[in-house]
Nanobody, 116 residues
């Protein structure tokens, strides 16, 4: 089992920044961030491999969001800059226990609201 706890969400104006954190009870090969807006499906945002720090981003956030990890703290971050109202969603941290497998562990989510 892997426990994931997100923090750092909140209300911000368009163009602003937020940093989300995800504290993991233990490391898994891949960690990711997803988001779900009201009435929409949960979408992939970004992921990072723990060992080599290889990152992947959704096209909608490339150049604005940065995913990173702190091995000493078993924590993954999502730095979000130039936020837009369409970034409003609940953001979820997820863990993939096997490289190339599924995201089997999820946090409870943190709300991000971007006002125009």
């Amino acid at each position: 089992q892997v426990q994931l706890v997100e923090s750092g969400g909140g209300l911000v104006q368009a163009g602003g920044s937020l940093r989300l954190s995800c504290a993991a009870s233990k490391r898994t090969p891949v960690m990711g961030w997803f988001r779900q807006a009201p009435g929409k499906e949960r979408d992939f945002v970004a992921q990072i491999t723990w060992s080599r720090g290889i990152t992947t981003y959704a096209d909608s956030v490339k150049g604005r969001f940065t995913i990173s990890r702190d091995s000493a703290k078993n924590t993954v971050y999502l730095q979000m800059n130039s936020l837009k109202p369409e970034d409003t969603a609940v953001y979820y941290c997820a863990a993939q226990p096997c490289m190339g497998g599924s995201y089997n562990y999820w946090g409870r989510g943190t709300q991000v609201t971007v006002s125009s």
